[in-house]
């Protein structure tokens, strides 16, 4: 009796062993039962888990990015804020580098949504007609004798168009071009007629700048954001 109830016991001891030597080869990947028939290539219930794990994954990841990712608004109100923060930096820095006055300032001031290209049409006027006076100057400089009179009539008007849309520095060479038709300096009035063109020549390009960033900013729903009087 004593010797079955030992051999008895190793058995048992032996089923147990091989039990759990069953069951952690399995969870080791080992060795894998399909769930159902199979060709030999479909994945077993573990492969199947480990899948679908990794598909909640990947959704997760996607919803965070769409979560983080900018709205199409969200993009246009940054580009109308940037577009005007450029506007204003132009603005300041011709008023700094004395391109440009408290004169354009203030006509900016009577522009409003309204009449929202005010100044864009007096600045397309003076455009012009400097245009018409930079030829004006340079034919009466060719002739023989100059005719100081009409040169500096046609300075004057140069002057006072350039005055009216703050062009500084146009306007101070325009002073200077004055001086030298008085003296009739021939030389004089040479080198302010090139100097006049380079200063117009400037102003026109910045300010054409400024009119496309203006533009930029009414076509994508923004509004002008117009210079304070402490300009």
């Known amino acids: 009796m004593r010797e079955k109830r030992e051999s008895k016991a190793v058995a048992v001891a032996f089923k147990e062993t091989s039990v759990a030597a069953s069951t952690t080869t399995s969870l080791a990947g080992a060795e894998c039962k399909p769930s159902g028939p199979c060709s030999g290539g479909c994945a077993c219930e573990a492969d199947k888990a480990a899948a679908v794990v990794a598909q909640k994954q990947q959704q997760g990841a996607a919803e965070q990015e769409e979560d983080v990712a900018p709205t199409g608004a969200e993009e246009a109100v940054v580009d109308v804020e940037r577009l005007q923060k450029e506007l204003l930096d132009l603005i300041e820095?011709?008023?700094?580098?004395?391109?440009?006055?408290?004169?354009?300032?203030?006509?900016?001031?009577?522009?409003?949504?309204?009449?929202?290209?005010?100044?864009?049409?007096?600045?397309?006027?003076?455009?012009?007609?400097?245009?018409?006076?930079?030829?004006?100057?340079?034919?009466?400089?060719?002739?023989?004798?100059?005719?100081?009179?009409?040169?500096?009539?046609?300075?004057?008007?140069?002057?006072?168009?350039?005055?009216?849309?703050?062009?500084?520095?146009?306007?101070?060479?325009?002073?200077?071009?004055?001086?030298?038709?008085?003296?009739?300096?021939?030389?004089?009035?040479?080198?302010?007629?090139?100097?006049?063109?380079?200063?117009?020549?400037?102003v026109k390009s910045k300010l054409e700048h400024m009119f496309e960033l203006e533009q930029k900013i009414l076509s994508a729903g923004g509004s002008l954001p117009y210079p304070e009087e402490d300009y």
Not at 104 to 110: G, I, V
Not at 161 to 180: D, H, P, T, W
């Open 93 to 202: 820095t011709l008023l700094a580098e004395e391109v440009l006055d408290q004169q354009f300032t203030q006509l900016q001031q009577l522009q409003d949504e309204s009449n929202p290209e005010f100044v864009s049409e007096v600045v397309s006027l003076f455009f012009e007609d400097s245009g018409r006076l930079l030829g004006e100057l340079t034919e009466s400089l060719k002739q023989e004798p100059i005719n100081y009179v009409a040169v500096d009539a046609h300075v004057h008007q140069f002057k006072g168009s350039s005055s009216s849309i703050g062009a500084q520095k146009v306007k101070a060479v325009c002073i200077k071009f004055r001086n030298c038709c008085e003296a009739r300096d021939r030389e004089g009035c040479q080198k302010c007629l090139e100097q006049v063109k380079q200063e117009f020549n400037l």
